[in-house]
């Protein structure tokens, strides 16, 4: 799908209020809301926009400790990385499991929990009970500078 400065426009607004009205969305970029809608609509089917929701702030939750948890695998098999994908994506706190390369693990790992007991649960009785997983490696957040969820539109 070509992206013209209308849908550059859309996907700017939407990343930064995903709740705004059509009508707002519409009256910024410069179009009457039914074209407006009509775009949002063929973006969502492009499936350029994959979704929308509500940022949560997790200290407010008591979710006050993140982690970074390197996973090694003891097999590098298309198997063994399905198993670990499908058990990783069960547990809810795991916000972000990425496959990775250049490291000494085979996955990265950001989590959020309460604190060092949580952490501890998860680990003992979660992570390291998914087969194949052979190392750990964590490294504790200390305070986050950047955390965006907006793409920047070229």
Request: charged share 20%; net charge neutral.
């Amino acid at each position: 799908m070509k992206l013209d400065r209308f849908d550059k426009a859309i996907l700017d607004i939407l990343q930064t209020d995903g709740h705004i009205s059509n009508q707002a969305l519409a009256e910024q970029i410069g179009l009457s809301p039914a074209p407006c809608l009509r775009r949002v609509k063929a973006l969502e089917q492009a499936g350029l926009i994959t979704g929308y929701q509500a940022l949560v702030d997790a200290k407010k939750l008591g979710l006050t400790l993140m982690a970074l948890i390197g996973i090694s695998m003891d097999q590098h098999t298309p198997e063994r990385f399905a198993n670990f994908e499908t058990s990783i994506v069960t547990i809810p706190e795991v916000l972000e499991c990425l496959l990775i390369t250049g490291q000494q693990s085979d996955y990265l790992l950001k989590v959020v929990i309460r604190d060092m007991d949580d952490y501890q649960h998860l680990l003992l009785h979660k992570i390291t009970k998914i087969a194949g997983v052979t190392g750990v490696h964590t490294s504790f957040v200390l305070r986050n500078v950047i955390a965006r969820a907006r793409l920047p539109i070229p």
